[in-house]
């Protein structure tokens, strides 16, 4: 069986999340060209990461979503674990869930930090707000590397695990 956790963002140019020490007069040299790129991500604790571009969020564009994590873990069933989006509750998304032997575990309204999804893309738009960003396709291979690089670490999820499961993290890693 493989856990993992799913969530979707929008990464930004607009984001003004930079913060520096300066002696004097620092020069900032800004982007002011607006790219966002709406991104989902499955960040799972023994199986394959998946990140996909998506136009929209639509409970469509989650099943397309469900249907790649399947792809890349094609023999284990799968819980997914996932904030109350209207698109995640769609009667299509569980039917496609269930279809595919994938359990939706949803998290109580209100409480983001409880799915560490969301630290990577804290750390991710960390990134972009010091990046000079080109283009659209830059930002999205700036997503892609960090991602791969902040998937492959288990530090995300691990003290939120040990704390739900205690002794049995263990199996999972």
């Known amino acids: 069986m493989i856990i993992g956790f799913l969530d979707e963002t929008s990464p930004q140019t607009t984001a003004n999340t930079q913060r520096l020490w ?21 960040y799972p604790i023994n199986g394959c990461s998946v990140l996909e571009f998506h136009e929209h969020s639509k409970k469509e564009d989650v099943c397309e979503f469900l249907q790649a994590i399947r792809n890349k ?8 674990i996932l904030d109350n989006f209207r698109s995640h509750h769609a009667n299509k998304t569980r039917e ?7 359990k939706l575990v949803y998290l109580p309204p209100y409480s983001p930090d ?7 893309w804290k750390s991710i738009r960390r990134i972009i707000s010091r990046t000079f960003i080109q ?5 999205k291979q700036i997503i892609l590397d960090a991602f791969k690089k902040f998937g492959c670490s288990l530090s995300f999820a691990k003290s939120r695990m040990q704390k739900f499961l205690g002794n049995n993290f263990s199996i999972l890693s």
């Open 22 to 42: 300066s002696c004097g007069h620092p020069t900032l040299v800004k982007n002011t060209s607006k790219f966002r790129a709406n991104t989902f991500g499955f």
């Open 73 to 80: 873990n094609p023999d284990a069933d799968i819980v997914i």
């Open 96 to 102: 496609f869930a269930d279809l595919n032997r994938m």
């Open 114 to 120: 409880l799915n560490p999804i969301e630290y990577i």
């Open 135 to 139: 283009d659209l396709d830059h930002l």
